[in-house]
């Protein structure tokens, strides 16, 4: 009979590769935190806001309407107040060639472990 201690060494599970590859996240915290903020602030709230606007302005059916359009405006100046990256490469994204000979020639000018 095997002594306890090396019996429980050996039917301990070991963390492999796969189990670490499900723990990766999505987005950073900054984006997971800010997003789920504003969802709670603006998505969570508008039932309340919208009942409260149509109490004011008299049952009127058309406050969620507004409500809406109004969002869609501030919706449309954000996208105008943003800087425009077409063209350009998104940061950590590798870079792109178009023939063979770019190719070659950006492997032969990369470090050996590039950071993307």
Do not use: W
Not at 54 to 78: C, E, H, Q, R, S
Not at 80 to 108: F, N
């Amino acid at each position: 009979m095997p002594h306890l201690s090396t019996e429980a060494s050996h039917s301990a599970p070991e963390p492999d590769r796969a189990a670490r590859r499900r723990h990766r996240v999505l987005f950073r915290a900054n984006v997971r935190y800010g997003y789920n903020l504003a969802v709670s602030l603006f998505g969570g709230t508008t039932p309340l806001v919208i009942t409260a606007l149509m109490d004011t302005f008299d049952k009127n059916v058309m406050v969620p309407a507004y409500y809406t359009m109004g969002a869609a405006l501030v919706g449309v100046i954000a996208v105008a107040c943003m800087k425009e990256t077409a063209q350009q490469p998104l940061e950590g994204s590798p870079p792109a060639v178009s023939t063979k000979e770019e190719a070659l020639e950006l492997i032969a000018s990369q470090t050996p472990e590039p950071r993307f």
